[in-house]
């Protein structure tokens, strides 16, 4: 598994990581421990950094149970979703029980409050209990107040959409991060199944095997960070086997421009 310094955040990141957004968002103990069953295959196969949010539901706290005795092994990603900073201030102090203590990676999701979020999110940076600062938004009309939020100069990565069909962020967000050194992590890689509807053939596939390539959605992975403004990639699953499968597209070599336009022809662009 590929590392990358996560922009000027001060973390060092898997390209691979894993999102829980629905697939950790479970209760009971046959679902808890799939879930803790998909992170033994993370974490076996340097998929080390995983992103929640209060918005998932329990996926905080399941992730906190799958990470139970070993979240030294972990990098952990965490947003705050509430328009009120005293609420946020809440979701945070939960945050941190779920997670030992300490968060890696805290994000304002959506932008929103984040004027007000942002205090608390400093003061707890300077005591220690968190590590880096973030921002996160899923759709192009909010990329522009997300521009403005890189330039505070107060976060030090974003979390952006990015994949074959989504592509936004190619002009203005992914060169600004580059400028500024920010951290980039990319969600919805499978354009949260979209780009899984119509898998190409093992025919089609055949071009890319001298990549290590051997499946679509690693094809897709792959296509994601060989763009090397981007840092660590979050596919969320709720199998055990996707997740070595998708960890698996974090090694070198990487696609260049014309295996790049190659997966975008395969994805209908
Ligand atoms: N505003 C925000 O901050 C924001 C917004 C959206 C997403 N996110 C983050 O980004 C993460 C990823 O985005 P996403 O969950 O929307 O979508 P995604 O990762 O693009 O797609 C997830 C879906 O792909 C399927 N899948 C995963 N690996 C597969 C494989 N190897 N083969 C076949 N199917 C596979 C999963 O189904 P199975 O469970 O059946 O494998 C799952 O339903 C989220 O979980 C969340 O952490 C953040």
């Known amino acids: 598994m590929e590392k990358r ?32 069953a998909v992170v033994d295959r993370a974490l076996e196969s340097g998929a080390t950094f995983f992103d929640s949010s209060p918005m998932y539901g329990e996926s905080e706290r399941v992730l906190g149970l799958a990470l139970d005795g070993r979240r030294d ?20 102090r939960r945050a941190l029980e779920h ?3 300490r968060v890696d990676l805290y994000q304002i ?31 192009a009309p909010a990329f522009e107040e997300l521009q403005a939020v890189m330039r505070t100069g107060r976060i030090t990565a974003i979390q952006i959409p990015y994949n074959p069909i989504q592509r936004e962020v190619e002009d203005t967000v992914l060169p600004l991060a580059a400028d500024l050194d920010l951290g980039v992590v990319v969600m919805r890689p499978f354009a949260e199944r979209g780009l899984l509807r119509r898998m190409p053939t093992e025919a089609e596939l055949a071009p890319l095997a001298a990549f290590g390539v051997r499946t679509w959605p690693q094809a897709l992975l792959k296509w994601i960070l060989s763009d090397p403004r981007c840092h660590v990639a979050i596919p969320a699953t709720s199998k055990p086997h996707r997740m ?13 421009a014309a295996e790049r336009e190659y997966v975008s022809r395969l994805a209908g662009r």
């Open 109 to 139: 999701h959506n932008l929103v409050s984040w004027r007000g979020h942002l205090d608390t999110l400093e003061r707890l940076r300077d005591e220690g209990t968190v590590a880096a600062i973030g921002a996160t938004h899923y759709q």
């Open 5 to 36: 310094a996560l922009g000027n955040s001060g973390l060092t990141v898997p390209v691979v990581g894993m999102g829980t957004w629905s697939t950790f968002d479970v209760k009971g103990k046959a679902a808890e421990a799939n879930a803790g």
């Open 99 to 101: 997670y030992d203590g």
């Open 244 to 256: 070595t499968e998708n960890a698996a597209a974090g090694d070198p070599p990487w696609f260049g």
């Open 73 to 92: 092994a972990a990098l952990v990603a965490t947003k705050v979703w509430t328009p009120s900073v005293e609420t946020g201030r809440e979701q945070m």
